[in-house]
């Protein structure tokens, strides 16, 4: 899965290849859809009043893309675009807000990928990621790093592998909680390894971060904003970064690809969805936006310097990564024995 994804998003990063895609999307829906009176009045219609982006979590990337967003929205459609934080049980409150709201494009969810492994881990889930959502655009995603403290004697990926496989449980490593991407990450890489490294929860990804600083753990999977500095103070060593490429922040660490673990791929990537049976003329509006949007100068250097790697997709494109993670992460939780709660 993770080849699909990388070839995925190198192709987000092509300019004709994204406006081929955008182009080729509006011929299958003109195609799908004949634009007759009605359609066209939707389209110049909406919106008639106010949007609502609800977002899963008030903190980290999703806030700050939303909100980004959000006037940006508003001045392209000359209506009122609020975030509206709808929190609680891993997320799932907000999200399954958005599956069960009427699809008239006025309740709108961005949102990370929690909505695709959620289900796995929870036994109440009152959606379904596949069937429930009309993908609209993903905006952009936050590469995690891998980065120990430097007590560990290892300097590269394949040296923590093997310190690990001679040391079965002699390693531990830090998360945000079970069911985080960093606590899925490193349960990920144990399985592709067959390694036995101790996980440590903690209540969230900063707490794991100190811990890791001070040697409490060994290990630990954090987004390159909360980790840059460390490492570039030499109180972490970098290992990777989990991501396709490179990350600007941290240009010398290599991906895990160049590591030699290519599948071993955690990013925190935003969609931007609305509910199941979402007219496809609002979508393709809004898709555009969220381009013209994330590819504005003043984004790119707000939001990049955050660590955010900006490419909006067209739908379908956003459709195929959340089918191919969601077979992913059920593999990776299964792999790892995580009873959901």
Do not use: C
């Not at 030699?260 to 509910?275: A, D």
């Amino acid at each position: 899965m993770a080849v699909d994804k990388l070839h995925l998003l190198k192709k987000f990063r092509n300019p004709q290849a994204l406006l081929a895609a955008l182009g080729a999307s509006m011929a299958v829906a003109a195609h799908a859809q004949p634009v007759t009176a009605p359609l066209v009045h939707a389209v110049a219609g909406y919106p008639a009043k106010t949007v609502r982006i609800v977002i899963p979590f008030g903190t980290g990337g999703t806030n700050l893309i939303s909100r980004w967003l959000a006037p940006k929205f508003s001045d392209a459609f000359g209506q009122t675009f609020v975030v509206d934080p709808r929190l609680g049980a891993g997320g799932n409150i907000g999200i399954e807000l958005v599956a069960k709201s009427a699809p008239d494009g006025y309740t709108l969810l961005i949102s990370p990928p929690g909505l695709v492994f959620s289900p796995f881990l929870y036994k109440k889930v009152g959606y379904d990621p596949l069937r429930d959502f009309a993908p609209i655009a993903l905006l952009g995603s936050v590469p995690n790093v891998m980065a120990i403290h430097p007590s560990v004697p290892a300097q590269n990926l394949q040296q923590v592998i093997e310190l690990a496989r001679k040391a079965p449980k002699r390693l531990s490593y830090g998360s945000g909680g079970i069911g985080s991407t960093n606590h899925l990450a490193m349960e990920a890489l144990k399985s592709l390894t067959q390694t036995d490294i101790v996980h440590v929860p903690y209540k969230g990804a900063t707490v794991a971060l100190v811990d890791s600083i001070s040697g409490q753990v060994d290990i630990v999977v954090v987004a390159v904003p909360s980790v840059a500095q460390y490492i570039q103070q030499s109180k972490l060593r970098g290992i990777a970064t989990l991501s396709p490429k490179r990350s600007p922040s941290l240009p010398n660490l290599p991906t895990t690809a160049e590591a030699g673990q290519p599948q071993f791929v955690m990013e925190n990537w935003y969609g931007f969805y609305g509910p199941a049976g979402l007219p496809r003329d609002i979508i393709d509006r809004l898709n555009a936006e969220a381009a013209k949007a994330m590819k504005a100068p003043d984004t790119r250097e707000r939001l990049g310097s955050q660590g955010f790697d900006l490419f909006p997709s067209n739908p379908q494109e956003l459709a195929s990564l959340v089918k191919n993670e969601y077979a992913r992460f059920g593999k990776i939780v299964k792999d790892a024995g995580i009873a959901p709660e």
